[in-house]
């Protein structure tokens, strides 16, 4: 069987039950036709690039599966059916991502306030990894 991620949008005005049970029809679908879920992630409701359908806003989930293209056909098929899902995308893949996703880690660094490549109180640091030297160097060589 072939290893597949598919995320997909479901409607902003459904609640976060309504998906879930969503994602259990869709994982039993999968079961049916002899395929294996091997993780569902729900990222919550975030902001689309461009309105959807008079949507602006969507609940996004992930699955990992291991399925036969049937399968994901037939998932896919009931997909388009359903009012409540505005898109999906389905993706071959090598291997699957054991762990949390990267959307997941996002989070989790958002949370704990992480800035990145600044510093805490947010300067900008040169190629060396030091304050610009005007900044660094005021007292040094006199007044400007």
């Known amino acids: 069987m072939a290893l597949y991620e598919h995320v997909y949008l479901a409607r902003q005005d459904v609640t976060a039950q309504q998906v879930e049970a969503l994602s259990e029809q869709f994982k039993t679908i999968i079961e049916q036709q002899g395929g294996k879920v091997e993780k569902i992630e729900y990222w919550g409701v975030k902001s689309l690039a461009y309105r959807i359908n008079k949507n602006r806003k969507a609940h996004f989930t992930l699955f990992n ?3 036969p293209a049937s ?11 359903n009012e409540d899902v505005l898109r999906f995308l389905t993706v071959r893949v090598e291997e699957l991502e054991q762990g949390p996703s990267a959307m997941m880690r996002k989070r989790d660094d958002d949370e704990r306030g992480e ?6 109180r947010g300067e900008r640091r040169g190629r060396s990894g030091s304050r610009r030297r005007d900044e660094a160097n005021i007292g040094e060589e006199g007044a400007f």
């Open 115 to 120: 800035r990145g490549e600044r510093g805490e």
């Open 65 to 67: 599966l291991d399925a």
């Open 71 to 81: 399968a994901v056909a037939e998932m896919e098929r009931q997909m388009r059916i």
